[in-house]
Every structure is written in C-alpha cells, then in structure tokens.
C-alpha cells in the first residue's frame, strides 16, 4: 500500500499524496517564500524569523533544506528589487550581505540544500552585486577595490591607478573577408597554349563580408588613463582620450579609436553591462581617490 509523501497516511493504488496534503503543503511553500522575502526586503526581523520558518515548515509538511531554499530565493529576489535600477546603494549592500551571512547561504550551497538551479543563480548574483557595490564607489570619487586575483603583467605609468582586471577575455578585430562571385558568359576555346578567347565576358566581380576576427585571448585591465590587453601573442595600451566611440555588448565593449583607419575593437570581459559603465566612467577623466581604509 502506498503512503502520502507528507503526511505518510496510507493511499489508494497510484497516488503520491492526499489532495488536502498537497494544498497544505502548496500554502506553506508560498508562506515560506513570502515571509523570508519579506524580511529581506525589510532589512529586519531576522532574529526570529528561523523560529517563524520552522513553524510554517512544520504545519505544511516542509523540510529543512526546503526552508534553505527559501532563504536563498528571497535573497535572490532582494537582490533583482536592489539592482532593478542598476544603482546599489550602501544601505542595500549592507542589508543583502548581512543577510546572506546571517543565515549562511554559502554554507547551504556547499552542503547541498539548495536545489542545482538556485545554486548556479547565487553566484551569478552576488558578483553583479559586488559590482554594482564597484561603480557606486566609482560615481563617488574613489577607486573600488578589485576582486582580480591573478598577476598584472603591465608596466603601467606613474600617474595611474588600477581600477578592474578581468582574465579568460578575447579581443578581437573588425576584418573584411573577400569572395569573387559570377563567372563566363559562354564557352572559353583554348587556341594555343595559356591563351583563351574571351575574356572580357567573364563577369565576377569580388563580394565583401564584414566580420570580427579573433585576434588573441589573455586579460582585460582597465586604469585610470587606460584600457590594456595582454595576451601570448597580442599586448595594447588604448588611451581614454583617443577612443571616440564605444559600443555596448552583452559579453563585453567595442571601441574605435581615432584614428584615420580606425576599425573596432572588442573586448569580451563576459560582462557587458559592468564593463561599459566602467570604462564610459573612467574615460570622463575625474581624478579618482584611494580609498580609505577603515
């Protein structure tokens, strides 16, 4: 005989649960959410709210990876309400990493309470709140402290700063591939050897396709004066001062210099929305400052 898999009754042949279990549990799950969803947002009330999620869980057939779960939703969702503008102030940085301390959502991740999907959410999460945390530091005058932990192989100037590393980039290069397309209107005769009748007949003409070339993969770093690459087989320092456009991508920014042959450059850094806020900052040229260390 089959048992409910909340309340562990016994059941009729091919059945999983009573109706009225899964309601009860349906209501609880939503109650969960809503109430650690709540807290997040409120930035309060953490003291008991593991007493008050215990209790929910216990009414409504939910277990304790199940309240995990709804602790690292809610803050994902605080997260999406804190960005939604793109701007992250100090108030909402101290609320969603605090919370996330509070109730170890790193340690839930590690010990597997959290289903694979929100698990694979989390990290996504936190580094664009982290650089969101970056460019408010930058919009205030100071150099935000970067997360790059690999070696700079640069030699930079004596008046610049370093702002943000990125590693595993791509650069790449607007190229032009060329095709000839047509061919000759009738029959060509031989009539000696390495001559041909005809040959104004032929009608190809070439066709241009433009294109991004891959150039060399390595690191993006970007200072206060300047945009560098540096890979196996490519190494450029890019002024500010000389790029005239800046186009956004998803995984990264293009730029054109200005020059008189000027093509664009890529750089996929894997962020493009972190990357264009930077670099559109950072090339205003506004002295930045250190910051004070507390």
Known sequence: MARCQYCGRSLGWFQQSHPECEAVYNRAWYDLIRTATDAVLAGQGWETLSDRLALIADEGYCTDAEIAEALALSWLSGVDVALDDDVLTMEEVDRLGNFYQHFDLLGSIQGGQLQVETALRIGPAHKRMQHALAL????????????????IPLNLTRTEMLVWGFDNCTYYEDAVSRSYVGGSAGVSVRVARGVYFRSSNFKGYPVETAYLKHVDSGIVVLTTEHIYFAGPRKTLRVPYSKVVGYRPYSDGIGIWRDTASARQQVFATGDGWFTYNLVSNLAKGVPLKQLPTT
Request: aromatic share 12%; glycine share 6%; no cysteine.
């Open 136 to 151: 408010q530091i930058l919009l205030e005058g100071y150099v935000p402290p970067s997360d790059s932990a690999f070696p």
